[in-house]
């Protein structure tokens, strides 16, 4: 059995194994993509989740070069919003028929614990039915600073107070040398790994991420997603549940201090990445596309590739934006059936956990007036 067989059986790869994908054909190495993804998810079924992204203050410590996003204090235009500013975009995110948050800022060390637990508390007694996924591991790592307790103790407080789960933001490449050529003030790998695990000790959602495009090397790419399988791995033996789903872009430098200093990363590269994550990963089940930062196009060739998600509508999105230099910031529903449809899938919503919640009348979507824009 060669290299692609045993990857589409699900067979743990090497890391040289891994980095030896990058020497095949890219149409072999999608094929196997593709075929490992029916295996794993509804062949004839890609996802989609209605959700918002909410940054609640673009003040930020650690000043990574490659984010444009990030103000210090002193700057005119850095904002904390108010609970009730925050409510008012769920309010905006429950009228189109989400029920997710995807809740994001700074490491900013003028907000105390409490404004955080309040936070929670203020949206899960105002809005209980929506889902709060909030605070990546870089932004624990910023409280276990200003507080001196420990992530655990952190993460239980805040799951109490409402969090039901942490995003995989700040994984990048998850190599230490890497990562210091890039932010040196960034949050190392095992402080990454570290937190993210106790968040699933506790039962909190997480999923795995990637970014590519520093100028690391296959190796390094292989080395990451190698950490990634162990962590899953341990995960779902000790805890019975690990990453949701993978999600991986392309690094943007447009408005940040890397451009002309790292290479970034073409749509070829993100296609061959995508498939080659996903036969590198067969113990993650489900891979996002990402339009967001490849366009609606290259996402829907990713879904050949091994996506079998197109991802969530945002509503909002800062951060890739902003680095990248373009307005996108989110997708209409139409504008999702439509490209699943016409990419030959049936689109069906979803929740964070994968549960596919229906399947949406496509034509009587694509046909229905055009809905007035938010406030």
């Known amino acids: 059995m060669d290299l692609l067989e045993r990857a589409v059986e699900g067979e ?206 296959y190796l390094q790419r292989a080395q990451h997603l190698l950490a990634l399988r162990q962590q899953q791995e341990k995960a779902l033996r000790g805890y019975g549940a690990g990453f949701a789903s993978m999600a991986m872009w392309t690094l943007q430098t447009e408005h940040t201090r890397l451009k002309g200093k790292a290479p970034g990363a073409s749509a070829h590269e993100y296609l061959q990445q995508l498939a080659i994550a996903r036969l590198a990963l067969p113990n993650i089940a489900n891979f996002q596309a990402s339009w967001p930062s490849m366009g609606f196009k290259v996402a829907q060739a990713a879904l050949y590739y091994g996506a079998n998600d197109f991802g969530s509508t945002m509503l909002e999105e800062n951060v890739v934006s902003v680095a990248a230099g373009h307005t996108r910031t989110n997708a209409t529903l139409k504008q999702i059936l439509r490209h699943i449809s016409d990419a030959g899938f049936v689109p069906a919503e979803r929740d964070p956990y994968y549960n596919i919640l229906h399947y949406p009348d496509v034509n009587a979507v694509l046909n229905e007036p055009a809905a007035l824009p938010m406030a």
């Not at 899960?124 to 910023?142: C, M, N, Q, W």
């Not at 695990?197 to 991420?209: E, F, K, R, S, V």
Request: aromatic share 8%; hydrophobic share 40%; proline share 4%.
């Open 12 to 217: 743990f790869l090497s890391a040289e194994e891994i980095v030896s994908l990058y020497g095949l054909p890219l149409a072999e190495v999608a094929a196997a993509a593709h075929q490992a993804r029916l295996r794993r998810t509804p062949a004839d079924t890609v996802t989609y989740l209605i959700d918002r992204n909410i940054n609640y203050t673009n003040v930020c410590t650690v000043a990574c070069n490659f984010c444009a996003f990030y103000r210090t204090k002193r700057q005119a235009d850095a904002y904390v919003l108010t609970y009730e500013e925050i409510g008012h975009k769920v309010e905006e995110l429950m009228q189109v028929g989400g029920r997710r948050i995807l809740m994001q800022g700074g490491v900013n060390p003028g907000l105390p614990l409490e404004w955080y637990v309040g936070l929670l508390r203020y949206l899960k007694t105002h809005y209980p039915e929506v889902r709060i996924d909030a605070f990546s591991p870089e932004e624990i790592l910023g409280l276990e600073k200003l507080t001196g307790r420990t992530a655990r103790d952190l993460l239980v407080e805040l799951k109490e107070a409402g969090l039901d789960g942490l995003p995989g933001a700040g994984g990048e490449i998850l190599v230490d040398e890497v990562r210091a050529k890039a932010a040196p003030a960034r949050i190392k790998s095992s402080d990454w790994f570290r937190i993210l695990d106790t968040a699933q000790a506790l039962g909190l959602y997480t999923i795995a991420t990637m970014v590519i495009g520093f100028g690391e090397t």
